[in-house]
């Protein structure tokens, strides 16, 4: 039985945002996470699948201690983390690290990039002399930059998007982390280049078993990394469940329509059309109901607009937030 | 696992590499790096024809202020305060024994001239360094630390920015009598400041924002370590170009302060000649006397501003693309 | 489906040969020496249908589109070749009359598109002005009849027509700078990664309608494009670019359905799908080679798992799988 490694429980997160300067819009709360419940096992790949807006960054931010929860709490093994201080603060940092999205904004441009990945040694003073310099050239190699002696002394602006990226993925995994928050780390590369950063990832895990939050908009990408799947909508999860579950029978309407909107090469056989996005939304935006009413096809005009699905597992491990589960297209390539 | 470094050779590869790899000693590495990238800096620099006057205008002003010790050295009726021609006891013309004259009472001006250079590098340089690092220091807390120490810190930048130095210099000198050259450089130091330290803290505050910080806040550095191994090398090309600007305009305040009268009674600068030209009604009279302190004053402050822009176009990362494309 | 109706279009071979280009070589003028950055690439856009040309950021895509629009920086050359549009050589245009061309008939949707919009002005008005630039005889009721019938075109809602960009989201200003470039009624629209920075849905559902709009206005398009998969999606003809090279060139079916170049295979074994078994991915080695100094040979061969000795040494010929399908190697038939 996999034990679990990190847990959100019913975390919420809101932002204020500053009124125009005339009031036309007043200044108010937005709810950016709304009651998130997750649980992340220990050396496990898991996808949080979502679209821009969606809180998708601000979990991975949250779980990496950049920002404070509102409420609810973030734990890992078992240890509450929003309320961590110095010396304590110190030790979580060193098991829980980050890869961002931009590479050409996560290295310090005067930094060359043996001084880039060797910085969390010397901050947690780990290993010194030959032995630090041995793990960073390591750590620099098994993030597929090779000859590393030839990266080390190179500066960010005179490498290319995805070796930056590398460096990035070097410098969160030399202190051999438990846990890794990886926020859409191919979504500034080319795509030909994606399938470089998914391999490393799943070597760092295959090397050091570390646990990977995997944060990524595409579901393709997400199906070739991660174990399990949780799909995120408005702050919101619309459905949790292995990754092949989430992708060849996706049951919430919003997780089929991110389905439907993948390209397909042409070849449409074999994959089920869901169509469950509405043409033209939906009045009630503002509605107290579930958060994908106004664009669903498949929603109940009264029930869904009203009430706000609960996140419910219908068997062991599979969770989705829908009255209506499966109720759209069901993979029978009808597309009704 | 198909990792493109070819699977599980990978781990062995690596410490073949890191074994074999004896001579690799960081300290070396990161000196050559660093000197490497002031070369490139360099080398964009001085391609700028801008850069290449005003370096040449400043090398050649370099070597006077250090000359400036030779003729009083050869013959005591060089110094330039003190020396008098026993000869001659008004201002004359250029002669072989004065090049370029001398003044009301005898003094060379040429040995003036270098004398003055001296100065002039004295008084810019180091008003344009307390400035900056003053300047710095306060941007770089206040767009750190935000909230009321930035509001507080950028309140008194504004009431010091709306005071006009000048006038404040001239009325401490009225208040204390003569200044002497250090005061005047202290004062010039504490009342420019604000421009740079807007400057450094906007630069900061953008610095701030950036995923690269928050990486090492991640990696678990400390505020510290963020000021000073993060925020700060980002932010001193940008202190040392302002730096430079700086010089041009602390050259020209103390001028103007000992033409008005209010110099250093001690030092010969070029400001005090010109001041002694027209004290003594020679203004019009004797043109050898009164253009080459100024010339030299116009030219210092135009080779300063020349390299401040030529740096400008090394520090912004637009500018330097284009030209390295081109 | 629309898929095999788009393949019937392109089968006819009924639509005439809107543009052509020659052998065009384009370069920068660098430091380190004069950069290729298109070298030596020919194809075809025809009436009424679309050109994929897909590669790695550095291969010369975008130099391509910059070069047909003549719109290259100072630094840029056009060092030889022809570009016929409609038979006539637009690189012997003048600069007045290439203004003219420009938008009128052919219209780009750059990269970045979210801030071609001017933030200071109603998108309604700087759609209205864009066809008033080129037909200024136009009565203002006229052009803003027009305006209202690309916003219906580009499905924006027309109560939205007089709000500043910001007001916008993402999607919506990527379909307003698209109303921007069919207010002229362009006879080719080139469009570069115009879909990058948005939201999977919004992205297919902007491809989706601008398949249809170019179906129904029988407007020729360029596509150009990191992502396979979007050309694969929208475009009816493929062109595989690398390293300032056209290394294939085919229609869709042809391109993805039997790809030869190893290049083109390594792109798509390295592309993550939804459809069929899960597979490993193919990361393709190495970097992209040096576009001052490119290798003599084939470019490719340092990456490719397919070369043998000669492929470093010669340069590859254009070899015809069919006649609508050729590729730029020397190994492509040896499995």
């Known amino acids: ?336 | 696992m198909p990792i493109w470094t070819r699977g599980s050779d990978t781990e062995s590869e690596a410490q073949d590499k890191v074994e074999t790899e004896h001579r690799y000693d960081p300290s070396l590495i990161q000196r050559s790096q660093w000197f490497g990238q002031l070369m490139e800096g360099w080398a964009v620099f001085i391609k700028n024809p801008l850069g290449r006057v005003g370096i040449g205008f400043l090398v050649l002003f370099g070597l006077m202020a250090l000359c400036s010790f030779i003729p009083p050295w050869i013959d005591p009726m060089y110094r330039p305060m003190t020396g008098v021609d026993p000869e001659i006891a008004r201002s004359t013309g250029p002669s072989i024994k004065h090049w370029l004259g001398t003044d009301f009472m005898g003094r060379d001006i040429f040995s003036q001239l270098l004398a003055g250079a001296r100065i002039a590098f004295l008084v810019g340089v180091s008003a344009a360094f307390m400035t900056v690092v003053l300047g710095t220091a306060v941007g770089m807390t206040a767009g750190y630390m935000g909230r009321f120490v930035d509001t507080f810190l950028m309140r008194v930048a504004d009431i010091i920015m709306i005071m006009p130095t000048l006038l404040f210099v001239l009325m401490l000198a009225a208040l204390f009598g003569r200044l002497n050259i250090w005061a005047i450089v202290l004062i010039i130091g504490l009342f420019r400041w604000p421009g740079v330290s807007r400057v450094i803290r906007s630069q900061t505050l953008s610095l701030k924002q950036r995923p690269f910080i928050e990486a090492a806040r991640v990696a678990g550095a400390g505020h510290l370590r963020i000021i000073f191994r993060h925020i700060m090398p980002n932010v001193l090309p940008l202190s040392f170009l302002y730096m430079t600007f700086r010089v041009t305009s602390a050259i020209t305040i103390e001028a103007a302060l000992a033409f008005l009268g209010f110099g250093d009674p001690g030092t010969v600068s070029w400001g005090m000649m010109l001041q002694w030209v027209w004290k003594t009604g020679h203004m019009f009279q004797a043109p050898y006397w009164l253009l080459p302190p100024g010339i030299c004053i116009s030219l210092i402050t135009l080779s300063f501003y020349m390299v401040g822009r030529a740096m400008d176009e090394v520090l912004d990362p637009r500018l330097r693309k284009e030209e390295e494309v081109l | 489906m629309k898929e095999t109706s788009a393949e019937g279009k392109s089968g006819s071979g009924a639509g005439e040969v809107l543009l052509e280009v020659e052998d065009l070589i384009v370069g920068y003028r660098t430091k380190r020496g004069f950069m290729r950055a298109v070298d030596g690439v020919s194809f075809h856009v025809k009436k009424g249908l679309s050109l994929g040309l897909v590669g790695e950021s550095g291969c010369g895509k975008t130099t391509v589109g910059m070069a047909l629009m003549g719109l290259l920086p100072p630094n840029g050359e056009v060092k030889a070749g022809r570009i016929l549009f409609k038979g006539e050589d637009l690189l012997k245009n003048t600069e007045e009359e290439m203004r003219r061309v420009r938008w009128k008939e052919i219209a780009m949707i750059f990269q970045a598109a979210m801030n071609a919009l001017n933030p200071v002005q109603r998108v309604e008005k700087q759609i209205a002005e864009a066809i008033l630039t080129h037909s200024p005889e136009l009565s203002g009721k006229k052009v803003l009849r027009q305006v209202e019938g690309l916003f219906q075109m580009v499905n924006l809602p027309l109560d939205r027509m007089r709000d500043y960009p910001h007001q916008y989201s993402g999607g919506m200003k990527q379909r307003a700078i698209i109303a921007m470039a069919l207010a002229c009624n362009p006879e080719l629209i080139i469009a570069d990664e115009p879909t990058t920075a948005l939201d999977v849905i919004v992205q297919h559902q902007i491809l989706e309608e601008t398949k249809a709009l170019q179906k129904d206005l029988g407007i020729s398009m360029i596509f150009i494009s990191h992502d396979i998969s979007i050309v694969a999606d929208v475009c009816h003809d493929i062109g595989v670019m690398y390293a300032g090279q056209l290394v294939e060139y085919g229609s869709r079916e042809e391109v993805f359905g039997d790809p030869r170049h190893y290049y083109t295979r390594a792109l798509l074994e390295s592309y993550p799908t939804l459809s069929g078994e899960k597979r490993d991915l193919v990361p393709i080695p190495g970097e992209t080679p040096s576009l001052v100094d490119p290798p003599s040979g084939c470019r490719f061969c340092d990456r490719c798992s397919a070369s043998v000795g000669e492929c470093s040494m010669e340069r590859p010929d254009w070899l015809e799988v069919s006649p609508t399908h050729r590729v730029l190697c020397g190994r492509c038939f040896s499995t």
């Open chain 1, 1 to 336: 039985m996999p034990e679990p490694i990190l847990n959100l429980k019913e975390v919420f997160k809101t932002y204020k945002s500053k009124g125009s300067l005339f009031g036309v819009r007043p200044a108010g709360l937005v709810k950016a996470l709304q009651g998130i419940n997750l649980e992340v096992m220990r050396g496990e790949i898991f996808g949080l699948v979502g679209e821009s807006g969606s809180g998708k960054t601000t979990v991975g931010r949250l779980i990496s201690n950049l920002e404070s929860p509102a409420a609810g709490s973030v734990l890992l093994d078992g240890e509450e983390i929003s309320n961590l201080h110095g010396r304590r603060l110190k030790a979580y940092r060193r098991r829980v690290q980050m890869i961002f999205q931009d590479p050409y904004q996560s290295l310090n441009p005067q930094l060359s990039i043996y001084e880039s990945v060797v910085e969390p040694l010397v901050i947690h003073r780990i290993a010194v002399g030959r032995e630090r310099m041995e793990r960073v050239l390591e750590m620099i190699q098994t993030s597929g930059l090779s000859p590393p002696e030839a990266f080390a002394n190179r500066y960010p602006h005179q490498l290319s998007g995805g070796q930056r990226q590398r460096v990035a993925i070097a410098r969160a995994m030399v202190l051999k982390p438990d846990f890794l928050v990886a926020d859409e780390p191919t979504s500034m590369l080319d795509a030909s280049y994606s399938a470089k950063i998914f391999n490393i990832i799943l070597e760092m895990r295959r090397r050091f078993g570390v646990a990977i939050l995997f944060i990524t908009h595409s579901l393709a990408a997400a199906r070739y990394l991660c174990d399990r799947i949780a799909v995120i909508y408005k702050g919101r999860l619309m459905e949790v469940g292995t990754a092949e579950e989430v992708i060849h029978s996706p049951l919430h309407p919003y997780s089929q329509a991110l389905i439907d909107a993948l390209p397909k090469f042409g070849v449409s056989e074999g994959i089920p059309r869901y169509d469950t996005l509405l043409e033209v939304e939906r009045d009630g935006a503002d509605a107290a109901g579930c958060p994908f009413f106004v664009r669903c096809r498949k929603a109940h005009r009264t029930k869904c607009s009203r009430e706000v699905p609960a996140l419910e597992a219908l068997k062991p491990g599979r969770y989705v937030a829908c009255f209506f589960p499966g109720n759209g297209g069901g993979g029978d390539g009808t597309g009704l």
